[in-house]
């Protein structure tokens, strides 16, 4: 199996335009066994449809054509509106072993260039490497995407979290402004309201810097380069205990499902305890009263699962999708405004970074489900 096959998932298009159909039938031939998909063209100008029509990893041009010399057709590819289809590399040909047909066709754009009579073996070698430094440049583009992608996504959150902030500090401002110079012309009743809201829109406000401060904790702790392991059971009784006072002082039953065997996963235990936590803690404070949150455990096929759920009327399409991109405030069914929803944020943060994944099921009536799946250390 040759070089080129061994790329993953990698087929790449080779458009060979050479106007010797004994020449040409030779280059496709060797181009095929290293599993390339190759397109022949005997004219420069059905070269350029083909270009135009397969969008080729690679092009192979002979410099002397009987429409469209290779220059040209050089030239053309790399004066393209589209900067990747501008930077397909070009391998030309030519029977002429002149040195200044090599300037002129690597003044044209050309990557490469070869004289005839030239070595097969050594034109698809040349080819190979053209197509895996393209590869590679494909694959640092792709990081480079997603790396704007995420800080999209950053400054959304924080343009988000701003803005809570922001509300939140009006709300304290505003009836603190009216208790300073209208205090005597207000009711008890009213006094009381004002004190009520500031009082809430603190607590929020704390709330929200003690979440802050727990995500600044899971980005810090992302940072050892050992992977730690947690024991499924011993986290999940601790978060339990955790916040069985809570739950039991809003009326909420906590049914807890643990692993019949003793299961390690690959995640911090400091981690692992934050993630379950949080999603407790969403749970327990947006379930209405009387109903049942459920933390269960299981296995499946080398990774351990963890689930956090309750039988309430779950969460609507539009904020599903605000959960899952920023920092947005769970209230589907709560009478409370004091959650920042930053603990669904902390548990998704928390398995982006120990190889792990993070899942949200709802559906309207039928309650959510938080899912954390990791990898088994066993």
Same mark, same amino acid.
């Given at each position: 199996?040759?070089?080129?096959?061994?790329?993953?998932?990698?087929?790449?298009?080779?458009?060979?335009?050479?106007?010797?159909?004994?020449?040409?039938?030779?280059?496709?031939?060797?181009?095929?066994?290293?599993?390339?998909?190759?397109?022949?063209?005997?004219?420069?100008?059905?070269?350029?449809?083909?270009?135009?029509?397969?969008?080729?990893?690679?092009?192979?041009?002979?410099?002397?054509?009987?429409?469209?010399?290779?220059?040209?057709?050089?030239?053309?590819?790399?004066?393209?509106?589209?900067?990747?289809?501008?930077?397909?590399?070009?391998?030309?040909?030519?029977?002429?072993?002149?040195?200044?047909?090599?300037?002129?066709?690597?003044?044209?754009?050309?990557?490469?260039?070869?004289?005839k009579p030239f070595s097969?073996?050594?034109?698809?070698?040349?080819?190979?490497?053209?197509?895996?430094?393209?590869?590679?440049?494909?694959?640092?583009?792709?990081?480079?995407?997603?790396?704007?992608?995420?800080?999209?996504?950053?400054?959304?959150?924080?343009?988000?979290?701003?803005?809570?902030?922001?509300?939140?500090?009006?709300?304290?401002?505003?009836?603190?402004?009216?208790?300073?110079?209208?205090?005597?012309?207000?009711?008890?009743?009213?006094?009381?309201?004002?004190?009520?809201?500031?009082?809430?829109?603190?607590?929020y406000l704390s709330s929200?810097?003690?979440?802050?401060?727990?995500?600044?904790?899971?980005?810090?702790?992302?940072?050892?380069?050992?992977?730690?392991?947690?024991?499924?059971?011993?986290?999940?009784?601790?978060?339990?205990?955790?916040?069985?006072?809570?739950?039991?002082?809003?009326? &909420?039953?906590?049914?807890?499902?643990?692993?019949?065997?003793?299961?390690?996963? &690959?995640?911090?235990?400091?981690?692992?305890?934050?993630?379950?936590?949080?999603?407790?803690?969403?749970?327990?404070?947006?379930?209405?009263?009387m109903t049942t949150a459920? &933390?269960?455990?299981?296995?499946?096929?080398?990774?351990?699962?963890?689930?956090?759920?309750?039988?309430?009327?779950?969460?609507?399409?539009?904020?599903?999708?605000?959960?899952?991109?920023?920092?947005?405030?769970?209230?589907?069914?709560?009478?409370?405004?004091?959650?920042?929803?930053?603990?669904?944020?902390?548990?998704?943060?928390?398995?982006?970074?120990?190889?792990?994944?993070?899942?949200?099921?709802?559906?309207?009536?039928?309650?959510?489900?938080?899912?954390?799946?990791?990898?088994?250390?066993?």
């Amino acid at each position: 199996m040759s070089a080129i096959e061994k790329i993953e998932n990698y087929s790449p298009k080779v458009v060979v335009i050479e106007d010797e159909q004994e020449v040409a039938d030779i280059i496709v031939f060797n181009l095929k066994k290293y599993g390339l998909e190759v397109y022949h063209a005997l004219t420069g100008l059905e070269g350029c449809s083909l270009i135009s029509l397969h969008n080729p990893e690679a092009v192979v041009l002979d410099l002397m054509l009987p429409d469209l010399d290779g220059c040209e057709i050089c030239r053309l590819i790399r004066s393209h509106d589209d900067p990747w289809a501008a930077s397909t590399p070009v391998i030309m040909l030519t029977a002429l072993g002149m040195p200044f047909e090599r300037e002129v066709g690597l003044e044209a754009g050309a990557d490469d260039y070869m004289s005839k009579p030239f070595s097969v073996r050594e034109l698809s070698l040349r080819v190979k490497k053209l197509l895996e430094k393209r590869r590679d440049m494909y694959e640092a583009q792709s990081r480079i995407k997603t790396s704007e992608e995420k800080r999209n996504q950053t400054a959304l959150r924080e343009q988000t979290l701003l803005h809570e902030v922001k509300n939140k500090l009006f709300t304290v401002g505003g009836y603190s402004k009216r208790l300073e110079l209208h205090a005597n012309d207000l009711s008890p009743s009213e006094v009381r309201q004002y004190a009520k809201e500031i009082a809430r829109s603190s607590e929020y406000l704390s709330s929200l810097s003690d979440k802050l401060m727990e995500l600044g904790k899971v980005a810090s702790m992302a940072l050892g380069k050992t992977p730690q392991i947690s024991n499924v059971n011993e986290i999940v009784k601790k978060v339990v205990g955790l916040h069985s006072a809570e739950a039991s002082a809003r009326g &909420i039953k906590i049914d807890v499902k643990l692993l019949s065997e003793e299961q390690r996963v &690959i995640c911090s235990p400091q981690l692992l305890e934050l993630a379950i936590s949080n999603l407790a803690e969403n749970v327990i404070k947006h379930c209405p009263i009387m109903t049942t949150a459920t &933390i269960s455990a299981e296995v499946e096929k080398g990774w351990g699962i963890i689930k956090v759920s309750d039988d309430g009327p779950g969460l609507s399409e539009d904020a599903v999708t605000l959960t899952m991109t920023a920092y947005e405030t769970l209230k589907p069914y709560s009478c409370s405004n004091n959650s920042s929803g930053i603990g669904v944020a902390i548990a998704r943060k928390t398995m982006e970074d120990s190889a792990g994944i993070f899942l949200m099921d709802t559906k309207a009536g039928q309650g959510t489900t938080f899912t954390l799946k990791l990898p088994l250390a066993d």
